[in-house]
Every structure is written in structure tokens, then in C-alpha cells.
């Protein structure tokens, strides 16, 4: 639940950005329903996030950060366009988009992304350990 509400947070702040650097004084934002489970998946990486943590230095983190969200985000894109004629975030045939599915230029932000998600996960462990 923490990861689906937390990535909707973060899709909602970052397309909110994007509208008002696009001239939207109103900071329009938007996320799909099917993000909340998408972004819920990370729970199933807290055992990796924990593990890479102890014994990775912050640029390989951040390497299998991205990698592995580029892997869940064209997986799950590809299952929801099969599944549902379309995938909700179609980034359409631009030269660093594959498939429509991944943008490439995207890399850095899914490595922060990972790394925020590592830290959630992080401060959990911490709390749970005390508490």
C-alpha cells in the first residue's frame, strides 16, 4: 500500500511539473488507476533494496534501480496493451521511446525513483527494528 500511494504521489507531483513547464498555470497532473498496483510491486524488491544497501555502492544501486524499474514498466506496459488494447502511458515512437513502453531519457529519474523507494523501505526497517 505505501509504494502504490507513494508512486502515485511521485507521478502526480512529476506530470504536474511537466504541465505547468509546458505553460498549464493550473499544474494540471494525472496517474492511472493501474499505477497503484504497479508501484505496489516494489514491495516485492524490499528484500533487494535492503540487500543492496549493505553491500552496493550508491552508482550500482542506482544501475539496478533503473534497469529493474525499465524492466517492470515495459513488462507491465506490454501486459496492460494486450490485455487492454492500449498502455496507459503510451510515450508514443520518439526516437529514445522502445516500443512506446520505455523512454530511455526517463533513466535517471527511475534511478532516483529506486533510490527514494530504497529509502521508504530503509526507514521501515529502522522503525520495525525499534518498535
Given at each position: 500500500?505505501?509504494?502504490?500511494?507513494?508512486g502515485w504521489c511521485?507521478?502526480?507531483?512529476?506530470?504536474?511539473i511537466?504541465?505547468?513547464?509546458?505553460?498549464d498555470?493550473?499544474?494540471?497532473?494525472?496517474t492511472?488507476?493501474?499505477m497503484?498496483?504497479i508501484?505496489g510491486?516494489?514491495?516485492?524488491?524490499?528484500?533487494?533494496?535492503?540487500?543492496?544497501?549493505r553491500?552496493?555502492?550508491?552508482w550500482?544501486?542506482?544501475g539496478?534501480?533503473?534497469?529493474g524499474?525499465?524492466?517492470?514498466?515495459?513488462?507491465?506496459g506490454?501486459?496492460?496493451?494486450?490485455?487492454?488494447?492500449?498502455?496507459?502511458?503510451?510515450?508514443?515512437?520518439?526516437?529514445?521511446?522502445?516500443?512506446?513502453?520505455?523512454?530511455?531519457?526517463?533513466?535517471p529519474?527511475?534511478?532516483?525513483?529506486?533510490?527514494?523507494?530504497?529509502e521508504?523501505c530503509?526507514m521501515m526497517?529502522?522503525?520495525?527494528?525499534?518498535?
Open positions: 500500500m505505501i509504494y502504490g500511494v507513494l511521485a507521478e502526480i507531483l512529476w506530470t504536474g511537466c504541465s505547468f513547464l509546458a505553460g498555470g493550473a499544474l494540471t497532473a494525472k492511472y488507476l493501474w497503484f498496483p508501484y510491486l516494489a514491495a516485492l524488491a524490499e528484500p533487494v533494496f535492503l540487500s543492496l544497501r553491500y552496493c555502492p550508491l550500482q544501486r542506482c539496478v534501480y533503473m534497469l524499474i525499465f524492466a517492470i514498466e515495459f513488462l507491465t506490454g501486459l496492460l496493451r494486450l490485455a487492454t488494447g492500449a498502455c496507459p502511458w503510451d510515450y508514443g515512437s520518439g526516437a529514445l521511446s522502445v516500443m512506446g513502453l520505455i523512454r530511455l531519457d526517463y533513466a529519474l527511475w534511478a532516483m525513483l529506486g533510490l527514494f523507494f530504497e521508504v530503509w526497517r529502522q522503525e520495525k527494528e525499534r518498535g
